[in-house]
């Protein structure tokens, strides 16, 4: 007969239920939440385990990977599944989570959780680091403005290396305000110093991964997008087909059907926020800079201007027919915006914005 075992992982201790085939409970138990008391506890009970399934939680990656070396059927499941189980029972105990995951091995109603490689997880948690200390330093530098601001001082947007140095100069016109703002500069210098070396670490890590200088290679893709890429994806060969990527980073949209309601909303949201971020934040940097490549103003500022036809290889825009050749365009100048082509979305946003520049020209001539 074939037997369950179901762990309810907590900080220090572990509750353990085993059930037959039957779902009928043959052994409870509990212990540190330590691999090797673990290991020895399941093999004190002397049965055959079919499946041992851990609930998704910050010890199970290295509970799930001692176990697996020991030689048990450590099965990492979906805490959204395990919850829904749970759910059915009136009162919440460690030891009643313990049966009902010894329940769903029995039963099969579950979805396995794919165990990342230790070294994807240090190089998560390396990001995961950079990205905390960054938002800290972002938070400070708010405190220091808003301090600022109470005397009539306006910091403006300096870059974050120069960002003391500017502090420092306005507080020579206000000294009440030094008492407070040279403690958060003492440790927003600290705090870019030790950015500075989790960044040279990604960089690193970057220059020696073939995965992460492929990735590169795709145009707008970064050393901080393709590390947390590499280190989400980890296996590539357990996605059967590539659009399963996006779904298992949460990038597809969230379906509600029932009877005649059919309901498609925004993005899922169920995967790692990281990678899911990450490509984002790199297209919109992508597209900005070519917003500001293209536009009139900066061919201007650096005294450029836009190739003709000739000289760019393609050939010359054909004449007006005869009966056109005496007519003026008096249209206002056609306005431009990257938007994505072919899509109502791009034949509304330019409509809009003639007319907007139809109706100023005509505020001029007035």
């Not at 001082?153 to 100069?169: I, N, Q």
């Amino acid at each position: 007969m074939n037997h369950y075992a179901g762990l309810d992982v907590s900080l220090e201790e572990t509750a353990i239920c085993v059930v037959d085939s039957t779902g009928q409970i043959v052994k409870e138990a509990r212990a540190a939440s330590e691999p090797e008391t673990l290991i020895a506890a399941l093999r004190e009970i002397d049965l055959p385990l079919e499946r041992v399934g851990l609930e998704a939680c910050s010890l199970t990656a290295w509970l799930h990977d001692e176990l697996h070396s020991a030689g048990l059927p450590a099965v990492c499941i979906e805490t959204r599944h395990a919850n829904a189980a749970m759910k059915t029972m009136p009162n919440k105990t460690d030891r009643n989570d313990a049966r009902a995951l010894a329940q769903i091995m029995r039963t099969g109603w579950y979805r396995q959780v794919h165990v990342k490689s230790r070294q994807c997880r240090l190089w998560r948690s390396l990001l995961v680091a950079r990205r905390t200390v960054l938002n800290e330093m972002r938070s400070i530098e708010n405190v220091v403005r808003a301090v600022l601001r109470e005397g009539g001082l306006k910091l403006g947007t300096p870059s974050r290396a120069a960002f003391a140095e500017r502090v420092r100069d306005l507080m020579a016109e206000d000294a009440s305000v030094k008492p407070l703002v040279d403690p958060l500069l003492t440790i927003l210098v600290t705090m870019l110093d030790q950015f500075a070396r989790l960044t040279k670490q990604v960089l690193d890590i970057v220059r020696r991964e073939k995965v992460c200088r492929r990735l590169m290679s795709v145009p707008g893709v970064g050393p901080i997008t393709a590390l947390a890429f590499r280190a989400t994806i980890d296996r590539p060969d357990r996605f059967r087909r590539s659009r399963d990527v996006g779904a298992h980073l949460g990038l597809t949209p969230a379906r509600y059907q029932s009877g005649e309601t059919d309901v498609s909303g925004r993005i899922s949201r169920c995967g790692d926020e990281l990678a899911r971020t990450a490509p984002g934040r790199e297209a919109w940097r992508a597209l900005a800079s070519q917003s500001r490549a293209s536009s009139p103003s900066s061919c201007i500022a650096c005294g450029a201007t836009r190739p003709s036809s000739a000289s760019a290889g393609t050939p010359p825009r054909p004449s007006r027919p005869p009966e056109q050749e005496g007519r003026t365009n008096n249209s206002p100048k056609r306005a431009h915006r990257i938007v994505p082509v072919g899509t109502m979305g791009e034949a509304i946003s330019l409509r809009v914005q003639n007319l907007q520049a139809a109706r100023r020209q005509g505020r001029g001539t007035d």
